[in-house]
């Protein structure tokens, strides 16, 4: 089961990025844009395994969450803010926060810091596949490029993510629930024909042979698996 992390971002770019890459890496995320929506995600929502807040929310202090988080449960918590003042980091660290990142980061920073994060909570977790080769196709998750014999190709957004959610399978057979879910959304599960319809796609674009292929391939009744990296 992916681990749900709960992101508190106001930033509606920096959120919807956080997300995706959180996504990529398997994260099951569930954002909030305010003070409010946070604390309706802590109170009718799955309990996150994680939380990323930012502090300066349009209704409030983010400093709220951290204090309610610690009152009723152990969370992992990790602040990402523009305010870089050594004051504010200390007083949240004291407060509660397993960790301060100042804005801008990289956003394998941050996957490393809630690595570390976890681990302090006995949940180990290993870093994603974010790079796949295999004879003339190369995936580079992180640079969002898929090139075949050294060609860059366009792949549309749903291509990449279902490709994506493959790669850090790769070798592994993802079942049609899955794929359906972490491409889609969970309201998605029955929709198999949407499967066909982009394995489809991806075929055309991705192998010599589509009706034949030799990468993305179909175990009957369960799922696809994307052939093992060499």
Known sequence: M??????????????RTLRDALALEGYDVQTAASLAEGHALLSHAE?????LLDLGLPDGEGEELLQRLRRERGT???????????????????????DYLVKPFSISELLARMRVALRHRGVHTRA???RYENGRLCVDLEAHRVS????ALRLTPTEFNLLARLVRSAGQVVTHRALLTDVWGPEFTEHTHYLRLYMG????????EPADPKLLLTEPGVGYRLAEPR
Do not use: F, N, W
């Not at 992916?2 to 959120?15: A, G, I, P, Q, T």
């Not at 992992?76 to 397993?98: C, H, N, T, W």
């Open 201 to 208: 796609q991806l075929r055309a674009k991705l192998e010599a």
């Open 76 to 98: 992992p918590l990790l602040v990402i803010s523009a305010r870089e003042q050594d004051g504010a980091k200390v007083r949240l660290l004291d407060a509660g926060a397993d």
């Open 2 to 15: 992916s681990l749900r992390v709960m992101l508190v971002e106001d930033d509606r770019e920096l959120r």
């Open 148 to 151: 075949l014999d050294g060609t």
């Open 128 to 130: 994603a596949v974010t």
């Open 47 to 51: 309990p996150p395994d994680l939380v």
